[in-house]
């Protein structure tokens, strides 16, 4: 075989898919969670916390990505606030993958009916163990199908990182395709490696909705 | 029965204002312990907003809530919610917890509102449901049982908090026929253990053979109450009498 892919392109990218997954992890776990937060907040929280997270949800949503990056990355630096180029790119990520999680929870939390608050309240519970125990488990389980859909987005847009200098996969092969001028090869191969982190994310996301599904429940 | 002590449950002068409507105009009731008032009336009488309403689920404008001569300082959330866990709810149309299993469903709340363990809340939830005939059906979700099951379930979701009182919504309106009787079953044994019971129905055969006491509503209002044998007694001139003929009357050109 070539050694072009041997020795340059299959290590470089071993090492970019490497430093992809440690962006991607934290960024789905904490981009759901802060999702459900947001788009819980949106629907039950006070009136000075929805107009703040629909705020939020606003900015986030309607500010490209790349440009939420370099606000992070070199426009808080004159604020004082420095982020490695690595953190930036997971804060940016989370705050950006939030948003939207945020919307499809919220979707989910105004399809569940007022009596399932009911029932709980009427049973001595607390808005926040109601939501916590009663209806925020459900309306996961409905947002699931479009959160999936946001965390396979938001594996490609990984791919954003490099631009604040955090070389992942997509940065890695642009540097050998500019050293070598072989474009088509090694974007070619990049393009598999993403296909692969999106079929083993897909296959894990029907896992879990086959893990958490419920006789009768969504149907 | 004669009442010496104060009763369970005693609404006095309730008023409530919903969307700028005035449901429910000055309402006094008392519920004496082991007794079951039956709330009977027409639609949009106010009987659901009442129920409701002495579970602090909709907020009054006026009057007073007593459970056992105390009435909630409702500012004070943590009161609020004992009081609800003495004040059982049953609901028209079951709402029993889509993502739990029967067990989970009777179990959830000795959990996490009494802090009992997994296992003592458990087997707790498991006497309930053999309680109201449904030892086995365990570990059904909601989606796997027949409306008359879900309404048992949530009888005895709400018999597992050991309530002081229970307030039933209309509890067998939402049932097909032939299921309505498993329920009456269930709310008539509860009559005779001496549960403290309010109910809405327009179940008369049941209210007439187990209601102590008969209480008609009409326009956010009680018009009438009394013993069911005084209230529905041949010849006499009573609205609930009256109330009651014409829907034998609908139901007898129903069944046509």
């Not at chain 1, 974007?187 to 086959?210: Q, S």
């Not at chain 2, 907020?59 to 919610?81: C, F, M, Q, T």
Request: proline share 4%.
């Amino acid at each position: 075989m070539d050694p072009f892919y041997t020795q340059e392109l299959i290590p470089a990218l071993n090492r970019g898919i490497v430093m992809s997954t440690m962006l991607i992890v934290p960024s789905v776990i904490f981009g759901l969670l802060g999702g459900i937060v947001v788009g819980t907040a949106r629907v039950f929280g006070t009136r000075p916390l929805r107009v703040f997270f629909n705020g939020y949800t606003t900015f986030f949503r309607g500010v490209p990505l790349m440009v939420q990056l370099f606000i992070l990355y070199y426009g808080l630096p004159n604020l004082g606030i420095y982020f490695e180029a690595y953190t930036a790119a997971v804060v940016g990520f989370i705050l950006c993958s939030s948003a939207y999680h945020s919307e499809y929870i919220r979707g989910a939390l105004l399809s569940i009916k007022a009596g399932q608050m009911n029932a709980a309240s009427a049973l001595g519970m607390s808005t926040s163990q109601a939501l916590l125990w009663i209806i925020i488990p459900q309306a996961f389980r409905r947002a699931l199908p479009g959160c999936g859909n946001e965390l396979i987005y938001l594996i490609k847009y990984s791919s954003l990182a490099y631009i604040v200098s955090c070389i992942e996969l997509t940065g890695e092969a642009r540097a050998i395709a500019a050293e070598t001028f072989r474009f088509t090869e090694a974007f070619t191969v990049v393009a598999c490696y993403y296909l692969a982190l999106v079929t083993v994310a897909t296959y894990l996301l029907h896992r879990l909705e086959k893990r958490l599904a419920i006789p009768g429940f969504g149907s | 029965m004669t009442q010496t002590t104060a009763p369970t449950l005693a609404a006095e002068h309730i008023s409530v204002t919903l969307g700028g409507k005035e449901i429910l105009k000055d309402v006094s009731l008392d519920l004496p312990q082991g007794s079951l008032k039956v709330l009977i009336g027409p639609s949009g009488a106010g009987k659901s907003t009442f129920l409701q309403t002495l579970n602090h689920l909709i907020p009054h404008d006026r009057g007073e809530i007593r459970l056992n001569g105390v009435a909630v300082d409702l500012s004070r959330k943590k009161e609020l919610y004992r009081y609800r866990q003495q004040v059982g709810m049953i609901f028209q149309d079951f709402n029993l917890f889509d993502h739990l299993n029967a067990v989970d469903n009777v179990s959830i709340a000795l959990r996490k509102v009494k802090g009992m363990n997994r296992r003592t809340a458990e087997a707790r939830g498991r006497a309930e449901l053999e309680r109201v005939g449904l030892a086995g059906k365990e570990n059904r979700y909601p989606a796997e049982l027949s409306g008359g099951q879900k309404q048992r379930v949530a009888i005895a979701r709400a018999l597992a908090m050991d309530p002081s009182v229970l307030l039933l919504d209309e509890p067998t309106s939402a049932l097909d026929p032939e299921l309505v009787g498993e329920v009456l079953a269930v709310i008539r044994d509860l009559t005779r253990e001496g549960l403290t019971m309010m109910m809405a129905t327009h179940q008369m055969d049941f209210a007439r053979a187990l209601a102590h006491e008969i209480v008609f509503m009409e326009d956010g209002r009680i018009v009438e109450q009394g013993r069911p044998e005084d209230l529905l007694k041949a010849g006499t001139t009573s609205r609930t009498l009256d109330f009651c003929s014409r829907l034998e009357t609908i139901i007898e050109q129903g069944q046509d």
